[in-house]
């Protein structure tokens, strides 16, 4: 069994059932045609794992600035507050 044949095989539990089912499929070709084939399928298991980890990054940064606008939204409103507390403070005594 090939590098890449074993790479597909360990990573078919990640991918949806119509490309997993292809992997199946190509595994039963015989062997003249699926080593052929087996290249391309390689490429576009790698691309699909790509694009999966770079999902997986721009969800976590879209939640860590979801969670960083939060602070900052809370941290305008405590300083507005202190800002509205303090002119208080200021103009009760000019008068």
Same mark, same amino acid.
């Given at each position: 069994?090939?590098?890449?044949? =074993?790479?597909?095989?360990?990573?078919?539990?990640? &991918?949806? *059932?119509?490309?997993?089912?292809?992997?199946?499929?190509? *595994?039963? %070709?015989p062997p =003249?045609?699926?080593?052929?084939? =087996?290249?391309?399928?390689?490429?576009v298991?790698?691309?699909?794992?790509? #694009? #999966?980890?770079?999902?997986?990054?721009?969800?976590? *940064?879209?939640? =860590?600035?979801?969670?960083?606008?939060?602070?900052?939204? &809370?941290? %305008?409103? *405590?300083? $507005? #507050?202190? $800002?509205?507390?303090?002119?208080?403070?200021?103009?009760?005594?000019?008068?």
């Open positions: 069994m090939s590098t890449s044949q =074993q790479n597909i095989n360990e990573t078919t539990t990640e &991918f949806s *059932a119509d490309l997993t089912q292809l992997i199946g499929l190509v *595994a039963d %070709l =003249q045609h699926r080593d052929r084939i =087996q290249t391309v399928l390689g490429r298991v790698e691309s699909t794992q790509r #694009r #999966r980890r770079i999902l997986t990054l721009v969800q976590e *940064a879209l939640s =860590q600035l979801r969670l960083d606008m939060k602070y900052l939204v &809370f941290d %305008l409103e *405590a300083t $507005r #507050r202190e $800002r509205d507390k303090f002119k208080s403070l200021v103009e009760g005594r000019d008068e």
